[in-house]
């Protein structure tokens, strides 16, 4: 009896020797779910949550994944790149970046060259590869007697001018006047900021009927048009100075008078330019005023007409 005891205490002891030789790493990997993470300290795995959390431009998209990180506006570059928006206030077609003037639509890259004073084509350069001089107007372009062949020396151009009267000794604002000018609200030019250069108002009937022989015709064709030239009256409706009265081309249901009175000329504006108040005209108050060539001045650049202008 004791003899068996002693055999199955031995058998016991013998087993349990067996089972701790057995892998315990691996009972313990058949008992894990497969889904388990890894604890192993000696790993090192980055936190990328932890590097991305930054928003500089506070546009609620982390720093890591904004290509514009310190513009607000945007999230990646774009056409102009990051702090300049894409946008094109002038609706020339050119984005702000690319245009030279982004408030101008006649200033944009490929853009013709005129003669204007502006850099319409913007290459840094204004008004070249142009004959401004053939124009002459200041603001490049002629309303009147619009055919340079048949007319090189006397152009008719609209505009306005804040400066008033005739008699002014030479162009106020840089010839940056005309309805197309850079100042076409006229203000601070007089008119012969109208004019190109090499070009003055015309001075006399005389001047005008030298370059346009054949009269007035070209010149406008709408009503309620005028283009002055210098010479005005002293009082009896002649061009024989004084400042009485303002003469010139033009279309004034009121004044049209006979060509014995100013050489070629076929208008004239008289009783403080009341027939052409509507036009932006403004040459003094009263219909017995006989100060119209001093007090003359035009607000609107866009009707209404303006100046004949004579080449040098």
Not at 5 to 13: E, H, I, K, P, R
Not at 102 to 111: E, H, I, L, Y
């Amino acid at each position: 009896m004791t003899r068996l005891l002693l055999l199955v205490g031995a058998l016991s002891l013998g087993c349990a020797i067996d089972r701790s030789g057995l892998n315990v790493e691996n009972d313990a990997s058949r008992d894990a779910s497969p889904d388990t993470p890894s604890t192993d300290v000696g790993t090192d795995v980055p936190d990328e949550d932890a590097s991305c959390t930054g928003d500089r431009d506070g546009d609620l998209v982390v720093d890591c994944l904004d290509g514009c990180p310190d513009d607000a506006l945007k999230i990646e570059p774009m056409v102009c790149g990051c702090g300049v928006p894409d946008e094109d206030s002038d609706d020339d077609g050119s984005l702000v970046c690319n245009d030279c003037d982004d408030t101008d639509p006649s200033q944009f890259p490929g853009n013709p060259e005129v003669c204007d004073g502006r850099d319409n084509d913007c290459n840094e350069s204004v008004d070249d590869g142009v004959d401004c001089a053939e124009a002459g107007c200041a603001d490049g372009s002629r309303e009147g007697f619009a055919d340079t062949e048949r007319y090189p020396g006397i152009a008719a151009c609209s505009g306005a001018w804040s400066i008033p009267g005739l008699a002014v000794g030479g162009p106020a604002c840089g010839r940056q006047a005309g309805n197309d000018g850079l100042q076409a609200d006229g203000s601070g030019c007089n008119v012969e900021d109208l004019c190109a250069v090499d070009w003055h108002v015309c001075a006399s009937p005389a001047e005008v009927g030298s370059l346009a022989p054949d009269g007035c015709g070209a010149a406008t064709s709408s009503p309620n048009t005028f283009y002055l030239q210098r010479t005005s009256s002293a009082g009896r409706g002649v061009c024989d100075g004084g400042n009485d009265d303002i003469f010139g081309c033009g279309m004034i249901a009121t004044s049209t008078m006979p060509q014995e009175m100013c050489g070629l000329l076929n208008a004239r504006a008289c009783c403080s330019c009341r027939d052409l108040r509507d036009q932006g005209w403004a040459c003094g108050t009263g219909s017995g005023n006989s100060n119209e060539a001093a007090e003359v001045t035009k607000t609107d650049p866009r009707q209404g007409g303006g100046v004949l202008c004579c080449h040098d």
